[in-house]
Nanobody
Framework: QVQLVESGGGLVQAGASLRLSCRASGRTFSGYDSAWFRQAPGKEREFVAGITWNGPTRAYANSVLDRFTISRDNAKNTVYLQMNSLKPEDTAVYYC????????????????WGQGTQVTVSS
């Protein structure tokens, strides 16, 4: 089984940067595609970014394109989300998810989820 733990969230001002980390344990993370989702209060969970197990394919929501970057370090069993130029509308709980092979990062059912990390961006 794969267990995911997110970290790196916090309270920042608009325009600031944060880097979220998703550390996997239990078994190797290298064979899993991974994605970041977020959910704001009263809203549905929203896809943010996805990355294939070996890293060549990445996908981003239009709302974060050119501001966020997803990456991974399989040697550390970790997926990252670098968030730059943060906006108040980025405020949400951010979740890391993983599945063996994602055919559609946005709509796939993911096998594993982390507990989430709160990102709050003030005006």
């Amino acid at each position: 089984q794969v267990q995911l733990v997110e970290s790196g969230g916090g309270l920042v001002q608009a325009g600031a940067s944060l880097r979220l980390s998703c550390r996997a344990s239990g078994r190797t993370f290298s064979g899993y595609d991974s994605a970041w989702f977020r959910q704001a209060p009263g809203k549905e969970r929203e896809f943010v970014a996805g990355i294939t197990w070996n890293g060549p394919t990445r996908a981003y929501a239009n709302s974060v394109l050119d501001r966020f970057t997803i990456s991974r370090d399989n040697a550390k069993n970790t997926v990252y989300l670098q968030m730059n130029s943060l906006k108040p509308e980025d405020t949400a709980v951010y979740y890391c998810a993983a599945t063996m092979r994602a055919s559609d990062f946005v709509h796939d059912e993911y096998d594993y989820w982390g507990q989430g990390t709160q990102v709050t961006v003030s005006s």
